[in-house]
Structure formats: C-alpha cells, structure tokens
C-alpha cells in the first residue's frame, strides 16, 4: 500500500486508480492527506443533504485540473461550517483534507472530507472574513464617529510589547509627558481590549490610540479582535488607531472614531490640532481687545456728546430762568407805581 507520503503527492486520478486495483480486496484507508485545487463539476447554491438528523451527509462533484472527477462524501456540519467561512462557486477552487477512503456496500469508492476549504485562502483571510461579518452584524460601520475635543491633552497610548513608536508619539505631540501615558500589553486581542476598557474606566483621558509600527502581519489582525471591536463601540471617548503603515488598512480603522496611517501622523495631527485651537484662541482675544478698544472710544464719544447736550440745556435753562425773574421784577414795579398812584389819590380825596 502506499504510504502517507506517497498519496499526499499523488493526483486525484492516481488515487482512484489504486483503490480501484484494491477494489477487490475491500481496502479501507485512514490516512490523513490533503488534496489541493479542485473544481466543482457542478455547484448547488443549495445543498442538499442525506441520511439521519445527526449524521446528514451531502455529495460534493469534484473535478482536478486534469478533468479527473470523483464524488466525495461531506457531513453536514462540516460544509455548512465550511461554506461560512469561504466563498464557495463553481469558479473558484477548493483544498480537501480527507478523513478516509473506502468502499461502500455497493462497492464504489467513498472519499470522505475532513474538512473543505477555499483554495488559496490563508488563516489570516479567514479571521479577517470573520471580524468583518460580526462588525457588520452589529452594525458597527454605520456607527457614528466621535470627533477630537478642541483641545487634546490627555492621551492614553495603547500597544503591544513589541511595539516601538511610543517615544515618536510623545515628541511630535509636544505635549507635557505626563499628558500622554503609556500602556503596553500582550499580542492578543483579548489583552488589547482588557488593556483599552482600563484606560476607558480611569476616567482620565481625552482620547485613547491603537498604534503599532510594521507591517501587517499575524499579531495586526489582533487590533480588529471583535472584543477590540466592542470597546471601541461603546467608548464614552474617542478611539484613535496608527497600527500600520500607508499600505496597511486592518479592519478596527473602519470601526474606530479616527484612524491614520502611522503613528508618526497621528502625532503630527494632534500637534497641529492643539496648535490651530491656540491660534484660534488667540485670535479670538484680539478681536475681543479691538473690540472693546472700539466700545470704550463709542462709550467716550458718547459721554462728550452728552456733556455738550447737559451744557447747552443749563445754558437755555438759566437764560428762562432769568426772563421770568426779569418778568417778575417788572411786574412788581407795575404794582408800586399804581400802589403809589392808588395812595396818592385817597390823600388829596381825603385833604379836600
């Protein structure tokens, strides 16, 4: 028989022709092999499946590059496990591991599928579809963004242990150091999340960031953990993230608040963010200074014009004021005259 070895190399025709030869002997292999890049012959957009409730099978018509074809036999769970992670079509191609070969009661061959799965799909791809179907799930990439404060001083940076760009951040922010403090934790993602829930609930912090240094590789992933993905939904703060480079796009930048391309520019951002706010501070005491300057020459203006209006009204004041003394004095002359007048009379009246 051949071994283990020989059969992982072999093509899917030579397979079938061995067990052909050993169809007479009823033959039954256990061996654990993979087969790589077979095509659906056909493709049911609904499978459908045979047998008892717990041990349903369906029938998968597979071909090779070689137009070899075979039928192999496929538990429920496993392709409906399978078909939920990867794109299933008639176009695209699939790996098969095989769990055993054998010989049914009617004496065709059975190729049994330990697991199925798409062709040229990595695990890192199939985290990836994944944490992107939970995050849409959820409803996280419709989430509404929260925005920077006016003015960022408190920063809580978040990474890993093999990060190596905290000292970038603290410099190009030009902050005071103990603004900006940092967290290190381990390369998974329920360590990334426990650590950003902590920074959450010390109540100390304008805004929190994700940042690690590098390339995408099989610790970046980690940053878009679906419990990373949780925090950063319900955050009563905003959740920044600089964990890659220009060409690097990992998932937690389309969830979280405010995403860069490095960290570098995320401390360049927040330094201009800072500093437009102080200009803008600035020129709002300006204004408020000429405008006050403007305010207080109306205000003097103001009272001249009024002192000059109070001058010219006791000027007419006093000048009415002496018309009617004027007026009075005269009238008691006019009451003298006729009194001496009225005296005079009654003295020669009384004489004669």
Not at 25 to 37: A, G, P, Y
Not at 94 to 119: A, L, P, T, W, Y
Not at 311 to 329: T, Y
Not at 330 to 350: E, G, R
Request: aromatic share 10%; proline share 2%; with cysteine.
């Amino acid at each position: 028989m051949h071994s283990t070895e020989d059969i992982k190399e072999t093509s899917l025709g030579k397979i079938i022709n061995f067990f052909n030869q050993k169809a007479d002997e009823n033959q039954s292999i256990f061996e654990d092999f993979v087969l790589t890049e077979l095509s659906f012959e056909r493709f049911y957009e609904k499978m459908s499946f045979y047998g008892q409730k717990n041990n349903r099978l369906c029938y998968l018509p597979l071909i090779d590059k070689k137009k070899q074809k075979a039928t192999f036999v496929c538990p429920e769970d496993i392709y409906l496990r399978s078909h939920k992670h990867y794109n299933f079509t008639k176009e695209k191609s699939v790996d098969i591991r095989i769990k055993k070969i054998s010989f049914g009661k009617d004496g065709k061959m059975q190729i049994h599928i330990k697991s199925i799965r798409e062709n040229g799909i990595s695990e890192l791809e199939i985290k990836k579809r994944k944490i992107k179907k939970y995050a849409n799930e959820k409803g996280y990439y419709q989430r509404h963004k929260k925005t920077l404060p006016s003015f960022v001083e408190k920063i809580a940076i978040i990474t890993t242990k093999t990060g190596n760009t905290s000292t970038d951040i603290i410099n190009q922010v030009g902050s005071k150091n103990d603004s900006i403090k940092l967290y290190t934790c381990d390369s998974d993602g329920k360590s990334i999340a426990h650590i950003l829930q902590t920074v959450i609930n010390t109540k100390k912090f304008q805004l929190a960031v994700l940042f690690r240094g590098g390339n995408e590789d099989q610790y970046m992933i980690e940053f878009s953990h679906t419990e990373v993905l949780d925090v950063i939904a319900h955050s009563p703060i905003p959740i920044a993230t600089a964990i890659g480079h220009e060409s690097d796009k990992p998932i937690v930048q389309s969830i979280a608040d405010l995403y860069f391309d490095t960290p570098s520019s995320f401390a360049k951002e927040i330094k201009n963010h800072n500093t437009q706010f102080l200009n803008s501070v600035l020129q709002s005491s300006k204004i408020t200074n000429e405008s006050f300057y403007d305010i207080l020459s109306q205000v003097k203006n103001r009272v001249a014009s009024l002192k000059q209006n109070i001058a010219s009204d006791f000027v007419l004041l006093k000048a009415e004021e002496s018309n009617k003394r004027q007026k009075n004095i005269n009238l008691l002359l006019i009451l003298a005259i006729i009194s001496i007048f009225v005296f005079a009379a009654i003295y020669l009246t009384y004489n004669n």
